[in-house]
């Protein structure tokens, strides 16, 4: 044990190969090396969320088994973003005496509970399962085809008796089935079309599919649950000049003074903030609702690695409004001592 001080040199030493994928801020898949310098404090965890990193490791060892296993991880992180290596290494310790010396990775299963597991949501839980089977060149599950057909012709299936695997293993095969959403999206029933976009956020949209929801949600202006989940499907679209000219219009709309579509929009769609005058728009927008949103979201913010010098920046700012000032200064008192 001495001698490993990280996951990725434990799976490795085991005789293991395996893929990482961050659960933070939607679903991502990690390079090898992009796992390691986070491991080894090289770089801020990119995508925190409530101070953790959040990640689903797939492993296996083909000359023992063909099972693969999974651990879904939440490790801490300190305010710099860094991860904490006294938790990690906690886990690890965990791991290698429930394994044994010989590091079994056939009795991966058997590890006891411990703080540092947990396990994901419905949804999410889907998504995962969609994207590994994809990742690891595996078929869709049995459901993918009952999904497909119903998106074919919706009047002719019954939505109620899709699965919500099969719905998400469509969205994770969006080389296959992007040209159909486009075509279909609008005739769908509402509950099918709400599970897409929220499957829709673990993956990178091309500029068809983006351009049909925004098309989409035109004809929707009022109904705010469904401008959250259309921004959360837009969270990886590849056409970002086109979502971030949705959420500039979103914002100057009378969405963008409800709470629910601005903690989406820091949650999920950062990049827009990153342009300081964005940041500070924003940032007021927030301090004309109650002080306990402004005070999360911002608790938020300020951990992601891209945003975190320029929302400190903007606590100094002396042109800020009263409403504002006030709103910091409430930060700063629910701000532990």
């Not at 906690?90 to 396990?119: C, R």
């Not at 009022?222 to 086109?242: F, K, M, P, Y």
């Not at 500039?248 to 409800?258: C, I, T, V």
Request: hydrophobic share 40%; charged share 20%; with cysteine.
């Amino acid at each position: 044990m001495s001698e490993i001080s990280t996951i990725s040199e434990f799976l490795l030493q085991s005789g293991c190969q395996y893929r990482v994928f961050d659960l933070g801020r939607g679903i991502r898949k990690l390079k090898a090396q992009e796992f390691m310098d986070i491991e080894a404090n090289k770089v801020p965890h990119p995508y925190p969320r409530l101070g953790l990193a959040w990640f689903g490791i797939v492993f296996w060892n083909k000359q023992l088994s063909d099972q693969q296993y999974i651990w879904f991880l939440k490790l801490p992180l300190d305010e710099q973003g860094l991860l904490s290596s006294a938790a990690r290494n906690q886990f690890l310790n965990i791991v290698v005496e429930a394994l044994g010396a010989q590091m079994e990775v056939t009795k991966a299963d058997s590890i006891p509970e411990n703080p540092y597991t947990f396990t994901p949501g419905q949804q999410q839980m889907a998504d995962f399962n969609s994207m590994v089977r994809k990742a690891l060149s595996m078929p869709p599950s049995s459901f993918y085809e009952q999904a497909c057909d119903y998106i074919r012709d919706p009047q002719a299936h019954d939505w109620q008796q899709l699965p919500l695997q099969g719905l998400a293993d469509v969205i994770a095969r969006l080389e296959e089935t992007s040209e159909l959403l486009c075509e279909q999206f609008e005739s769908l029933n509402d509950t099918v079309q709400h599970s897409l976009l929220n499957s829709m956020e673990n993956q990178p949209l091309g500029v068809s599919l983006t351009e049909t929801l925004l098309d989409w949600i035109q004809r929707q202006p009022d109904n705010t649950a469904v401008h959250v989940a259309l921004l959360r499907a837009l969270t990886q679209s590849q056409a970002r000049g086109l979502v971030h000219q949705h959420i500039a219009r979103l914002l100057d709309s009378p969405m963008g003074a409800k709470s629910d579509c601005l903690i989406v929009i820091s949650g999920r769609h950062w990049d827009y903030l990153e342009d300081e005058e964005r940041l500070y728009d924003f940032m007021e927008r927030l301090a004309k609702l109650e002080s306990n949103i402004f005070v999360a979201v911002f608790a938020d913010i300020v951990r992601l690695p891209s945003i975190r010098d320029k929302a400190l920046a903007q606590l100094r700012r002396p042109d800020r409004s009263p409403q504002l000032s006030q709103a910091i200064e409430h930060l700063f008192r629910a701000m532990p001592s």
